[in-house]
């Protein structure tokens, strides 16, 4: 889908993206859903974060307890509230039914894959979202946004003296032929695709082409 803004005359920002913009009540209640599923998930990875907590806490303070044996003079190490209150919440996730389960059924090498795996996935994003913006008498802006929300967009900014034009290109994938909007760059042999990640319709395509031109290069007086 196609999102057009125009903050100034002279500049025009088009977006498109992969996310659905229907707001029936079936599309919310799969958004409420996935929030759902993405909050447990964060809760189970905070439980075996705060179960690996506990059993290295327990192992160092064993090994401590044992060279308090050989030692006559030892300085105990300083706690705080912080620390207290982290060491309850490890000793009770321990003490629990899920901690138990966690902690004698799946290996710790398991353990610590599966945080890393689910926390991809909750941060994973579920949409692709690409823009152009056209700045006239400067240039024009390309971004994508990233796979998920830990990472920045990519975004390349080309001046309007580096762009010699703008074309649509069409490629055939065996029996299909997909369109795609391009800059070409003086210098450079390689041209800038535009929606490289979505390839959105041809009808898109022409519209942004069209509108993109329009807004790069001052209108030319009678």
């Not at 050989?70 to 105990?76: E, G, R």
């Not at 692709?128 to 967009?153: A, C, D, H, K, M």
């Amino acid at each position: 889908m196609l999102i057009t803004k125009r903050p100034t005359p002279s500049t025009v920002l088009y977006t498109v993206s992969t996310r659905s913009q229907n707001k029936t009540l079936a599309s919310r209640l799969a958004t409420s859903i996935s929030l759902l599923i993405r909050i447990i998930a964060g809760l189970l990875v905070l439980t075996c974060l705060l179960l690996e907590y506990h059993q290295t806490f327990t192992n160092n303070k064993n090994n401590d307890h044992n060279n308090d044996n050989d030692t006559a003079n030892h300085t105990p190490v300083v706690d705080n509230n912080h620390n207290n209150t982290l060491q309850n919440a490890s000793q009770a996730i321990s003490n629990s039914a899920l901690g138990h389960f966690l902690s004698t059924t799946i290996p710790r090498p398991w353990r610590l894959v599966s945080i890393l795996v689910t926390f991809w996935f909750i941060f994973r994003k579920t949409h692709t979202r690409e823009s152009l913006l056209v700045i006239r008498g400067l240039g024009v802006q390309t971004t994508t946004s990233s796979p998920n929300y830990l990472w920045t967009s990519s975004t390349r900014f080309i001046p309007t003296k580096a762009i010699q034009d703008i074309f649509i290109h069409e490629s055939f994938e065996g029996f299909k032929v997909t369109y795609y909007l391009s800059i070409v760059i003086e210098g450079e042999e390689d041209v800038v695709v535009v929606f490289p990640s979505i390839l959105p319709r041809r009808e898109i395509l022409e519209q942004v082409w069209r509108g993109a031109r329009a807004c790069l290069y001052e209108p030319k007086s009678g």
